[in-house]
């Protein structure tokens, strides 16, 4: 059982990044997505979620309009894509999945924006 991100990187502000979570040993379609990220001496925060079905999205105040969350259960993937992106923006970017049985999380991905 797996998550692995990747698609971080370093933007200038205002750029965009898709992060991508790819799933292997399991089924994302049985499993709500959320993206958390965490900036160095700061929590682990979330960013968005998604239903297992894909059909209800949720997100922070702080990304809400620019961020959008997406899963592909057909390819067992989950997306985030992130549009105008700020400094503070700047973290470690993990995916989740979870459901009432099983929580599994990624190693994270960093993204940094700087110019």
């Known amino acids: 059982v797996q998550l692995v991100e990747s698609g971080g990187g370093l933007v200038q502000p205002g750029g965009s990044l898709r992060l991508s979570c790819a799933a292997s040993?399991?089924?994302?379609?049985?499993?709500?997505m959320r993206w958390y990220r965490q900036a160095p001496g700061e929590e682990r925060v979330l960013v968005a979620t998604i239903t297992s079905g894909g059909g209800s999205r949720a997100y922070a105040t702080f990304v809400e309009g620019r961020f959008s969350i997406s899963k592909d259960n057909a390819k067992n993937m989950a997306y985030l894509q992130m549009n105008s992106l700020k400094p503070e923006d700047t973290a470690a970017y993990y995916c989740?999945?979870?459901?009432?049985?099983?929580?599994?999380w990624g190693r994270g991905t960093q993204v940094t924006v700087s110019s």
């Open positions: 989740n999945a979870k459901n009432q049985w099983d929580d599994y």
């Open positions: 040993g399991f089924t994302l379609s049985g499993y709500a």
